[in-house]
């Protein structure tokens, strides 16, 4: 059992120093960029029994530089999951950033997961914002 370790490290030590930048890079980026998507969120965004999907006027190349970002964001709340940071909060940004089907309903699941609202609204509280609105409990989607 021991050696697995020893073999494991010695495959993975090129590549830690690779690994610890991504990580440290996109910590910083979600630093960053949570904050500033939960406060331009509107108070009532989880209240709605369901949201309709809206297409672009700009089109393709915006939904995919959204995606993009957004997929961003979820590898980076991923990570936090494991490493320092705001995992869940990171995550719940990247769905509402995102453009897909059954995004909302996995944002409000998310949303009512214990901390993750007491800490969106001590985001918002810091930058004067109302705080978001609880969604009702028993929603299915």
Known sequence: MNDFFVQAYQVLAPWIPLLTSISVLLALVSLILVPVLIVKMPDDYFLAARRRRHKSKVGFWYTLLRNFMALILLIAGVIMLFAPGQGLLTI??????????????????????????????????????TPIKRPPVGYKG
């Not at 944002?107 to 609204?121: C, D, F, M, S, Y």
Request: hydrophobic share 45%; charged share 30%; proline share 3%.
């Open 92 to 129: 719940l940004v990247a769905l509402a950033v995102s453009d897909v089907s059954g995004k909302y309903r996995m944002e409000r699941w998310i949303i009512l997961r214990p901390g993750v609202l007491k800490a969106i609204n001590w985001v918002r509280k810091r930058y004067h914002k």
